[in-house]
């Protein structure tokens, strides 16, 4: 643009000066967005950072996380997050510039829910000796307050941990061993193998 600016004086003489102005548009921002995880179990927490965010003509002026799980978007830059319930969810950042523009970047995240795992006896074995060896891990998001187990559904042994190793007697026949894993939220989680006794 080109602006003059003209002036006349009392004996009807004008004198101007102009000068050239550039007017650029504002260029949006260009979100970032990092996870300290892409999966973890239900009960995790997962802390997501926009601090990689930058503005080619001038500054971030706010940040704002919105973790997917219908839970209010947070303010600022970064933020941790716990995810209650199993799924795929979308965590999206939106950064805004000191001129209104804005942009957002997103990454997904894998809550999966919690489990045992049962390293002995293994599926399908047989058992030649009196008693069974069975060893188990209980995981999850939450704290691990008791694991727990059961052969053909009767309680034999529990741990106040998240792994539980015992012996146990067993008769012949086929057996169903079961490792039962409790989380500080009140779940219940299991897992189940068949053996024989001969």
Do not use: C, E
Request: net charge neutral.
């Amino acid at each position: 643009h080109s602006l003059i600016v003209k002036g006349w004086d009392a004996s009807g003489r004008n004198f101007m000066d102009s000068l050239s102005v550039n007017v650029v548009s504002n260029q949006p921002p260009t979100a970032a967005l990092s996870l300290s995880a892409s999966s973890l179990l239900v009960g995790g927490s997962v802390t997501a950072s926009t601090s990689g965010s930058s503005d080619p003509d001038g500054t971030i002026a706010s940040s704002s996380i919105n973790f997917g799980d219908g839970s209010a978007p947070v303010a600022g830059p970064g933020a941790s997050h716990q995810y209650k319930v199993a799924g795929t969810y979308t965590v999206t950042a939106t950064v805004t510039d000191n001129n209104g523009a804005s942009s957002s970047a997103s990454k997904t995240i894998s809550v999966n829910p919690q489990f045992v795992s049962v390293s002995s006896p293994l599926a399908g074995s047989t058992i030649t000796t009196s008693t069974v060896h069975v060893v188990g891990s209980a995981f999850s998001g939450y704290g691990v307050t008791l694991t727990q187990i059961y052969i053909d559904g009767a309680w034999k042994a529990n741990a106040n941990a998240s792994t539980i190793d015992a012996f146990l007697p067993l008769s012949v026949g086929t057996h169903r061993i079961t490792v039962q894993g409790w989380d500080a939220s009140g779940a219940i989680f299991k897992t189940s193998v068949s053996v024989t006794k001969k």
